[in-house]
Structure formats: structure tokens, C-alpha cells
């Protein structure tokens, strides 16, 4: 129904400020946005794409749990937590192996890039994201009322989602016409790779 739309008042004086936070806090480093970079430097755009969209599948995911409140309930539950957490870093454990043994040089890339489904697994069960979410959506208030509100949240930070991660994908992927040294390759894929555990390590704390 058209009704309750039209009588929604949107805060157009708030987009920039959500905008704002949301490329701050959405957009910096993390399990899913360092693992991108690494899965660009490593298996190259093309490959990766299916993980791209798999990590912002999951992104929304969140991001519909957060607008509908289920990631309070979510969080309240301690062993639920704890299975979020250990699904994490047990993917992310194995990806960063993956991405520090890569096959570098100039030669074919051999092995599969992460998939579409290991993305959307680390996506929603990334630690980073629930919290980094949930401050987004508390900064700013763009509609009323608050169903408006949240729907366009939802709308507009799915579209951020989408620029952030595909940017840090690009970015990684731009690395790779200056890796053609085998050895420098390796240094760089063992960097990312430790640059992964350590940031999930840190969003776990």
C-alpha cells in the first residue's frame, strides 16, 4: 500500500552522516573485507566473484537480522555465540591456509577460489559484522516510523555493503601484476594471510 509510504517523513539530513559511518566502521578491516583482498590478490576478480557475492548475501542477511531485532536475541544466547564464532574461525582458519599456499608466478592458478557458499557462511557468521552493523543502524535515523526506518536502512547499507566489498576485492586483484615474482608472490599471500587470522582474531576479542 501506497498509504503508509507516502506518510513515512524521511530525514534526508541524515543519509550523509549514516553514509559516513557506514564506510567507516563497514568498510574497515576485518575477516570478510581482508579476506577479499587476499582472494583478489590470489585467484583474481573473475574467480572470485562467487565469493563476493556469497560475503554480501550474508552481509544482508545480517543486516535484516539487525533491522528486525533478532540479532539482540541472537546475542543474548551464550552458546549460540559461541557456535557463530567457532564456524568463523574455523572457515577463516582454512582460508587464510588456502590463500597462503596459492600457486604463484605467471603460470595457471591451480585449486578452487572460495565459494559462494563459504562466503555467505563468513558473512553471516562473522563477528565483525554483527557488531559493526548494529552501530551503523544506532547512529542515525533516516524515516519514521521505524519500519520505514529500518527497510531503508537495509536498502541503503546493502548498496554500501556491495561498493566496500567490491572495492577491497578490486584492490586485492591489483596487487597481482606486481607479484609475477614467484617469491614476492608468496611474501604477499603469507602477509594477507596473517593479516586474516589476526583481524578475526581481533574482532573475536
Do not use: C, Q
Not at 583474481?44 to 554480501?56: K, Q
Not at 552493523?133 to 533516516?142: C, D, N, P, V, Y
Amino acid at each position: 500500500m501506497p498509504g503508509p509510504l507516502l506518510a513515512a517523513t524521511i530525514h534526508w539530513e541524515s543519509i550523509g552522516p549514516l553514509l559516513v559511518t557506514a564506510l567507516a566502521i563497514m568498510g574497515s578491516p576485518g575477516p570478510a573485507t581482508i579476506s577479499l583482498t587476499a582472494a583478489g590478490s590470489a585467484y583474481g576478480v573473475r574467480r572470485s566473484l562467487g565469493y563476493l557475492a556469497g560475503i554480501v548475501a550474508g552481509t544482508v542477511v545480517v543486516l535484516v537480522a539487525v533491522a528486525t531485532g533478532i540479532t539482540a536475541t541472537l546475542l543474548a544466547v551464550p552458546a549460540l555465540r559461541s557456535v557463530l564464532i567457532v564456524l568463523s574461525a574455523a572457515y577463516i582458519l582454512w582460508l587464510a591456509y588456502r590463500i597462503a599456499t596459492a600457486r604463484v608466478g605467471t603460470g595457471p592458478r591451480l585449486g578452487s577460489a572460495p565459494s559462494l557458499a563459504g562466503g555467505a557462511m563468513l558473512g553471516v557468521a562473522n563477528p565483525k559484522a554483527w557488531v559493526a552493523i548494529a552501530a551503523t543502524f544506532g547512529s542515525a535515523r533516516l524515516a519514521d516510523p521505524a519500519t520505514t526506518d529500518a527497510a531503508a536502512k537495509v536498502v541503503l547499507l546493502s548498496m554500501v555493503a556491495v561498493l566496500i566489498m567490491t572495492v577491497w576485492l578490486v584492490v586485492g586483484a591489483s596487487f597481482a601484476p606486481a607479484l609475477r615474482d614467484p617469491r614476492r608472490a608468496r611474501v604477499v599471500n603469507l602477509v594477507l594471510a596473517a593479516a586474516l587470522v589476526a583481524a578475526t582474531a581481533l574482532a573475536l576479542r
